[in-house]
């Protein structure tokens, strides 16, 4: 997966796959406007909570083409003057992207001089915006990750029983992995998973009897490593992640590993090993697999959309739309725009049901 993804050479976003309206598959930040305003007015709430810091520092994951960012920087919200807003993209490709309607763009920041940049207070200057494919490694503010943990390398996995006459049940742990067959493709083999992974994977287990056995499903192990590293480099803020999963009991139930998928040109593709690098892979993700010290608060798209403005949002762009119709003008069109945007968003069977994690970090 890390191959067919991110292969200086090979891989999907190196070769111009991403997101977005006449790309490969839609998110909601590239729905419109809309989702990076609601995100906007939830910085603002933590920005205030935490007494009004400078630099106020956001640092996006999984950026793509830069669109949530640009989002947010068109709502203006009341911490602009203080933000740093870092854009973590792997995609060399993707990161050329960010200096393309992005004002306030600083260029790309590594080591010594990403970490100069989100310790330097603005002093009214911000919102200013640098590019990176590594986390800042010491900071306090917000982390967000729109469908990032989908896309980092998962394995897949399956338990096992095993017992004989008389003697207790014995469970063991196999996972797919991919080897080269003898025409030279791809090719999936089953094998018993390493020590760490099954030790993990069984512990799961216990304290899910309803997961059932011989049964594929995903593990998350880049999304555990990386909800690690961010607890470890951020020191005060928050974690905010959305993603499409389930507990992963159900997801395991699914039949034909109905979690996984593949997308290209707005279309669902094919195999995942078929022509690795021409299409996205991605996983449903098993939310119940990802902890951290604290407690997240987990609720829907929708309700996190709503708990954070959205309604509000979309009256005033209605009241806009027809005060304004008859004119027709820019304000008026974004006024029924964020109506139309609001409706995907919240939809129950798409983007609204989507799953949003939230942890607060403290010292």
């Not at 993990?200 to 059932?212: G, I, W």
């Not at 094919?270 to 993700?285: E, K, N």
């Amino acid at each position: 997966m890390r191959f067919a993804l991110y292969d200086p050479r090979h891989g999907f976003y190196e070769r111009g796959g991403r997101a977005g309206r006449g790309a490969d598959f839609l998110t909601s930040p590239e729905v419109g406007p809309l989702f990076g305003a609601v995100i906007a007015r939830a910085l603002d709430s933590w920005w205030l909570e935490a007494g009004r810091p400078d630099p106020f520092v956001v640092v996006e994951v999984g950026a793509g083409p830069g669109t949530l960012a640009r989002s947010i920087r068109y709502a203006a919200p009341e911490c602009s003057s203080s933000l740093l807003y870092v854009l973590v993209e792997q995609s060399s490709f993707q990161r050329t992207l960010h200096a393309e309607h992005l004002l306030g763009w600083m260029g790309e920041r590594n080591g010594f001089e990403l970490e100069a940049f989100v310790s330097s207070p603005q002093s009214g200057d911000g919102p200013q915006f640098v590019s990176t494919d590594q986390l800042p490694e010491m900071f306090s503010g917000v982390v967000l990750a729109n469908e990032l943990l989908d896309n980092l390398p998962f394995d897949i996995v399956r338990v096992r029983s095993s017992s004989s006459a008389g003697q207790p049940v014995d469970q063991v742990v196999e996972q797919l992995n991919v080897s080269i067959g003898p025409d030279g493709e791809p090719e999936l083999m089953v094998c018993p998973a390493p020590s760490a992974v099954a030790e993990d994977v069984l512990a799961l287990a216990e304290r899910s009897p309803e997961l059932p056995v011989d049964t594929w499903f995903p593990w998350h192990g880049a999304a555990r490593v990386w909800l690690t590293e961010v607890e470890r480099r951020v020191s005060t803020g928050h974690v905010l992640v959305f993603d499409y999963g389930a507990p992963t009991s159900e997801l395991a139930m699914r039949p034909d590993m109905g979690w996984l998928r593949t997308f290209r040109d707005q279309q669902r593709g094919s195999h995942p090993l078929d022509d690795p690098g021409a299409q996205d892979i991605t996983a449903d993700v098993g939310f119940d697999q990802l902890q951290l010290r604290s407690s997240a608060e987990i609720t829907s798209q929708a309700a996190f959309l709503r708990l954070h403005g959205i309604d509000e949002l979309v009256e005033q762009g209605r009241a806009v739309w027809n005060e304004r119709a008859h004119i027709a003008d820019l304000a008026a069109i974004r006024g029924r725009s964020a109506v139309r945007e609001a409706e995907a968003l919240l939809d129950p069977d798409g983007l609204g049901a989507f799953v949003v994690m939230h942890w607060s970090i403290n010292d």
